[in-house]
């Protein structure tokens, strides 16, 4: 994680508990020119292009104690809103079917299975326009 904040902290967003100012969830990113998340981005920071026209969202990860809050949904909205200030086009991600309803909610249009196998899951590959 290190390493991807240092190639890529304007895509790379934390969230922080205001009392104890503990980590409690983060967003880990990438801009490419792709336009399909491909399992690669998940572990070659190499293909991070700043000036890529899109975005990719490896990971929104929550603490279980503080799951429920609406941490990722916020974390989620800052991301997309500061892309779409640096002029990216589409914000693309994949999910696992369980949470293709509330990635739905902000925005994103479900495009079915992905081909990724990443951890040995089933995906499904989400788009969420930034800029028409």
Partial sequence: MKERIQYAARSFLVAMDRETGKMVGFINALCTDEESLR???FTDISLHNPN???VMICSVAVLPQYQGRGI???MVRELLLEQRKLGKKCAILT???GKVKMYKKF???DRGESQST???E???EMWCT???
Avoid: I, Y
């Fill in 130 to 132: 930034l800029n028409s």
């Fill in 95 to 97: 999910c696992v079917p």
């Fill in 118 to 120: 990443w951890g040995g």
């Fill in 72 to 74: 990722a949904g916020e």
């Fill in 107 to 109: 925005g994103f249009m």
């Fill in 39 to 41: 399992d690669e981005l």
């Fill in 52 to 54: 890529g026209k899109n």
């Fill in 122 to 124: 089933k995906w499904h």
